[in-house]
């Protein structure tokens, strides 16, 4: 749309919406013709899209490992889910499996465990809803795939090299779903360097950041954004957090990557409200009514749960643990952190000794890491952690939100990072890589034992990428505590804050592992999909 003209939104809205339905395959076409059972309909009941159900935020999947797969949708209406799957596009030989029912307690989301999957293979699959007064009425299928892990087998490994992509932090500072700019389309850009997944390491969404409908670029252009009532304010009610997923979900390059590439979703701050700990209580900030963050969170716990494409086994929320772990072949596992739910309130950061106040990640949570790295019998373990180790991220003048609080010994949350390091060094602990988001800009550090503070762990590196259609920042300072060396970022320093996705400084990281060699090879990306920096990392036998 041309940015001088008066045409209303709500004209840009319906055709942007229209586009991304008839991509997802929400708008019926044609007549569908199918062995199955479930598409075996009588013509009678395709005639009217209205008595059927509809699936208007797509499919997608995610917290895949070695056999399984969670399957996600969501229906307009309580309905059924039924999944069909099989190695062949075409759909022969397909399998179905009944799903759960999507009700208004978990607004008509639903999720399915496929398992017992075959190894290194092509899955299709596709999702339909079965209207539950109407047991003879279906919606449109909306169809996906995702790629099973390669595998041991009595001879050595086969099969192929692992491929994902890293980033995090979708749509905030105000910086909304442009049609003009076609979209968020850094994920279009992940989409066509096919990874076998994607981690998402937290801020999925911006509820505590508005949408606005028109922002005035520093040259006077106009950011024209599509706007929903949910999106106007910031997120307090149940209703208003899943209300950002749904922002984020009417993006058609989100569709048609989440119908492609399975997610393993973090949490971190923009998922409730910045910078928030449990316990925290919003008085300075007019913008809330609700001032109780630990309700505002376990809002967003569920909104969060409900449309991530993540398995759990607690029919409550609050108790569902977000930090987990999966297996992708024998070169790689993945733990995925959560660096919210147990940490202990922002302040200086500088008590010297561990205590409830200096928690980062809860004593649990780190056990459990210690036990799963421990055990580990990959290549390669990979920690997703929400946020960078040797960054320092503020809060406010005096407190600070991440592990670091400046030069000097490990002090504050830096005590558990520091019995972390120690525990994989004398635990003999190989190939351990950090991936993180959270500063809105992409670098690469080397932790060096001989240039830290705190020596007594093994050198290792973290990889840093964002923002997905976010606000450009940083550059971040880097602390000497654990010896972090730069050894690129993205942008230089005195950038100015917040610069929008239209100036292209979105980033996201890529990784393969040599099925042969098992050499790791980490790219950072622009938003154009052209690598930046490289580096290979020989794996220590």
């Known amino acids: 749309m041309n940015i001088k003209s008066k045409q209303p939104l709500q004209f840009n809205r319906r055709q942007f919406l229209l586009r991304s339905a008839v991509t997802a395959g929400g708008i019926i076409t044609t007549n569908l013709v199918s062995k199955s059972p479930v598409f075996a309909q009588s013509p009678a009941f395709i005639t009217s899209d209205k008595m059927r159900p509809a699936i208007p935020y797509g499919v997608a999947c995610g917290d895949i490992t070695d056999d399984r797969v969670i399957i996600w949708s969501r229906s307009d209406r309580p309905a059924k889910m039924l999944v069909e799957y099989s190695t062949s596009e075409s759909f022969r030989h397909a399998r179905r499996v009944v799903g759960p029912n999507a009700l208004e307690d978990s607004d008509f989301t639903a999720r399915l465990n496929l398992n017992n999957l075959p190894p290194n293979q092509q899955i299709f699959y596709r999702v339909i809803f079965q209207d539950l007064d109407y047991k003879n009425t279906y919606s449109a299928p909306v169809a996906g795939s995702f790629r099973t892990p390669p595998m041991y087998s009595k001879y050595g490994r086969y099969g192929r090299d692992v491929f994902f992509a890293w980033s995090g932090d979708t749509a905030g500072q105000g910086w909304g779903i442009n049609p003009d700019f076609g979209g968020m389309k850094i994920y279009e850009t992940m989409r066509k360097v096919n990874p ?68 393993l979703s973090q949490w ?78 922002n302040t200086p950061n500088n008590q010297p000794v561990q205590s409830k106040e200096t928690e980062f990640l809860g004593r649990k949570q780190v056990q459990w890491l210690k036990k799963q790295l421990h055990k580990s019998k990959a290549t390669w373990k990979v920690i997703a952690s929400d946020m960078p180790l040797g960054l320092i991220v503020r809060d406010g003048s005096t407190d600070f939100e991440a592990w670091a609080n400046g030069d000097g010994p490990a002090l504050g949350r830096e005590l558990q990072l520091a019995d972390l390091l120690r525990f994989i060094k004398y635990s003999q602990i190989k190939n351990v890589v950090w991936l993180t988001a959270d500063v809105h800009y992409a670098a690469a550090h080397y932790y060096d034992p001989n240039k830290a503070q705190f020596k007594d762990f093994k050198p290792f590196w973290e990889f840093v990428a964002g923002p997905l259609n976010s606000g450009t920042f940083g550059p971040n300072e880097l602390e000497n505590t654990f010896g972090p060396q730069l050894k690129f970022q993205s942008i230089p320093p005195g950038t100015k804050a917040n610069r929008p996705p239209s100036e292209g400084l979105q980033f996201f990281g890529t990784v393969k592992i040599s099925t042969y060699t098992e050499i790791m090879t980490v790219t950072l990306r622009n938003l154009a999909g052209e690598i930046i920096y490289s580096v290979d990392l020989p794996p220590e036998m």
């Open 196 to 263: 076998d997944f994607f981690i998402h390491s937290g801020d999925n969404i911006y509820a505590d950041g508005p949408i606005q409908s028109e922002v005035v670029l520093d040259d006077g252009k106009i950011w024209r954004n599509i706007t929903t009532p949910e999106k106007s304010k910031v997120a307090e009610t149940l209703t208003e957090f899943r209300g950002n997923y749904k922002y984020n979900l009417m993006d058609e390059n989100i569709q048609r990557f989440n119908a492609e590439v399975p997610i």
């Open 268 to 345: 971190d701050d923009h998922e409730t409200t910045n910078n928030w700990y449990p316990g925290e209580f919003l008085l300075s900030d007019d913008r809330y009514t609700v001032k109780d963050v630990s309700l505002l969170a376990q809002r967003a716990r569920q909104a969060f749960l409900e449309y991530m494409p993540i398995g759990y086994k607690s029919n409550n929320t609050d108790k569902a643990k977000i930090y987990r772990s999966f297996n992708y072949g024998p070169s790689l596992e993945i733990f995925m952190l959560d660096e919210r739910t147990y940490r202990g309130p």
